[in-house]
């Protein structure tokens, strides 16, 4: 019921809309990828290296302190101890030897936080491919060490200076290269969001993260079912990984944290699906932030890796059938639920992440309550932005 | 009423010369002036660009006329009003392109009501792709009396070529190289080929080549293998704000058909 259709719709949201430069492409992918990703030997090779190059399994960590400050129980999913420091690794392993196994010899991708670009740049020194990744120009600057690291791992870091500058740019920028390069180019999106079937097999590489979950739920508290998951949403592949194999367990309830910025009427905020609404972007149809007019709305977050203005389709759907609860938190919020994290739990999250933690104090859980926390990434990227954040405001 | 995209690709079979235009670029007010000096000058056809804020499959120069434009406070209510006499002065085929939001935002009945009330012969919305087209859009385009009109590039393969031809009323339009708008360094060995391979499919549609014609030359070439061209970006790059707009125009109008007269 919440799987993508024969035809790549969530209910009414996804597809494939594209120009006709991307076609031969994006057609290839649908045609192969379940077959290649299904078979033994892809998913020999991506478990190993989920094993011994990302560290997983991730755990699940009982956050005894938190779990008392919010009187109720804890559970942190350790997204953020993965090698490069977030979730998003389990995806550009999947789609780089996806890749590879389509022939292709290059790979660029779009990055915000700068999260999906280092990861990007890490498959590809692995496999010795070569990388360029696009990235907004004011991201680049607010998110200076990730940028580094990516030109240490020897990929091209492509400033996107168009728009806002930021993540919607960059992917422009990702897809543009793409049509004027459309033979030996694999696009790797960060996200699950793209045209189909990109946003299944972003949440399939992703999914490993709620298969985890349900082993280590049951034997941490006898149940593989928790009461509560919550993720933040930027495009929603960490949280489309923590909620997937629960999405037909109707008695899990699903949170999602959106950015709202400095607030959802400020004019500076990124919450989607409060101040979106239906449309067309980056080749699906999905909740989208826009004028009247159908221009879309330059999003704002303090965080880089929320500020895009759609969300994936499968996001779109869940929220229109009401099976994930969508709040959204400001950047305050945020960053005190971060530095809380920080100084509860010696955990100092991604600020992505802290969106999530934040959701603890907007809602009330019971004592008894089982509640995961995908915690998506680290925040050593965002020491600056701890540092330089006035909490007294 | 006649289509007059049939129409003119019935009287006229070579050197059709089509140009985009962004609405409301350089200045706002200067859609319908671009269009009548246009039509002054003796262009077959015209591409009215519907300005969007993420043009993924356009190059720097109509990035930037799309970011002029709506800065300039071009939208589609905008541009609806300001050609709803256009048909009193202009009588070549008009076609509205752009990407499908905004188009969607509208509503895709109310946009095409609006555009066939105004005399609009067709619609090229890159991002709308066959299948969908043809699911959910092609019978409120034919009730409107609107073509669609779809592109091939040298990826497409014949088969699909075969149903996007089937599909197509009006003309084909053909991207002439693996590429965003607004890029040409002249015509490929690589690019003449694959024009000669579609010319040997013999279509029942003609076709129009486009995407880096930019000059006679480049023009010319298109014109040896299609029953003509569309010149975008090059004629964004010939309009500026500081000069005599219909002089600017007639320049670029010379420029690529002294010879062809
Ligand atoms: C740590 C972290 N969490 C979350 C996100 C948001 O992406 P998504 O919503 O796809 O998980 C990012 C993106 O860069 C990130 O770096």
Known sequence: MYQVDEKGFYGQFGGAYIPEMLYPNVEELRQQYLKIIESESFKQEFDLLLKDYVGRPSPLYFASRLSHHYQTQIYLKREDLNHTGAHKINNTLGQIILAKRLGKKRIIAETGAGQHGVATATACALMGMPCIVYMGAVDIDRQKPNVERMRLLGAEVVPATSGSQTLKDATNEAMRHWINNPEDTHYIIGSVVGPHPFPDMVARFQSVISLEMKQQLLEKTGSEDPNYIIACVGGGSNAMGAFYHYLDRPQVNLIVAEAAGLGLKSGESAATTHLGKPGILHGSKTILMQTNDGQVVEPYSISAGLDYPGIGPVHAHLFETARADFNYITDKEAMIAGRLCSQLEGIIPAVESAHALAVLDQRKFESSDVVVINLSGRGDKDMRTYMNYNFDD | ?261
């Not at chain 2, 895709?108 to 555009?115: H, R, S, V, W």
């Not at chain 2, 070529?161 to 708008?181: C, L, P, W």
């Not at chain 2, 070439?221 to 125009?249: K, M, V, W, Y």
């Open chain 2, 1 to 261: 009423m006649e289509n007059r995209i049939i129409d003119l690709f019935r009287k006229k079979k070579k050197n059709i010369l089509s140009v985009f235009t962004t609405a409301g670029f350089p200045n706002l007010t200067d859609t319908v002036p671009v269009i009548t000096q246009l039509a002054k000058e003796g262009i077959d056809m015209i591409e009215i660009g519907m300005p969007f804020s993420d043009p993924v499959a356009d190059g720097d120069t109509i990035q930037a006329s799309n970011k002029i434009a709506l800065d300039n406070g071009m939208s589609l209510e905008v541009l609806f009003d300001q050609i709803k006499n256009i048909r009193v002065h202009v009588d070549i085929p008009l076609i509205l392109m752009g990407y499908l939001n905004p188009v969607y935002q509208y509503g895709i009945e109310a946009f095409c009501k609006k555009a066939s009330e105004i005399g609009i012969d067709g619609l090229i919305l890159p991002d709308l792709p066959l299948d969908l087209y043809l699911e959910d859009y092609a019978e409120i385009f034919k009730k409107y009396h609107l073509s669609n009109i779809l592109l091939i590039t040298p990826q497409t393969s014949p088969t699909r070529i075969r149903q996007i031809d089937e599909a197509s009323e009006g003309f084909i339009y053909m991207v002439s190289s693996n590429s965003i708008t607004g890029k040409s360094s002249g015509i490929s060995d690589q690019q003449k080929e694959y024009f000669q391979r579609i010319e040997a499919m013999n279509l029942k549609n003609p076709k129009i080549i486009g995407f880096g014609i930019s000059d006679r030359a480049t023009f010319s070439t298109a014109c040896a293998h299609a029953e003509g061209a569309i010149i975008g970006s090059a004629f964004i790059r010939a309009l500026t704000t500081d000069e005599n707009l219909p002089n600017q125009i007639r320049a670029f109008a010379q420029s690529i058909k002294q010879e062809l007269r």
